[in-house]
């Protein structure tokens, strides 16, 4: 049983550390560029990055490969109330990567619900000094179609 409680209790510290890391790297993001897109009441925020910038434990609690060459694609769609404030939503998200040579990777996302956020998390292998391509498609709305988000980013092996 004492080894059911430490178990809960680490899955409870990591889920907290992995809400603070996403948030953290949003921020640091959001304040190179604005990595949002808007559609209707909807918020789309998305950012991609090496999966070695995640601690250890959190990987481990999250079943997420830290990697040299391994990138993450964090998504979470936000809808605005009446009141001006925003929630998360769930949301259809699929998605693919190419390099520059056209070599496609089809991104598989996983869904982390946390107290008061909703995040999908699909990984990437890339090389040094690589320019990848990313086409997504996003459906918070089963009755509407998904909204396309397309961007461009270079990584490097840090």
Do not use: C, W
């Amino acid at each position: 049983m004492q080894a059911l409680i430490r178990y809960t209790q680490r899955i409870k510290h990591a889920s907290a550390a992995l809400i603070m890391m996403l948030s953290l790297l949003s921020a640091a993001f959001s304040a190179n560029a604005e990595q949002m897109v808007a559609h209707g009441d909807y918020r789309i925020h998305y950012n991609a990055f090496n999966s070695s910038f995640i601690a250890p434990d959190v990987a481990a609690a999250y079943g997420i490969q830290r990697s040299k060459t391994k990138g993450l694609l964090n998504i979470s769609v936000l809808q605005e109330q009446a009141d001006g404030s925003t929630k998360p939503v769930s949301a259809v998200v699929q998605g693919d990567v190419t390099n520059l040579i056209s070599q496609k990777q089809t991104l598989n996302f996983t869904a982390i619900k946390e107290t008061g956020a909703l995040y999908y998390i699909g990984e990437f292998g890339f090389t040094d000094d690589q320019v990848l391509r990313f086409n997504l498609q996003v459906q918070p709305d089963p009755n509407l179609p998904a909204y396309r988000i397309d961007f461009e980013q270079r990584f490097y092996i840090d």
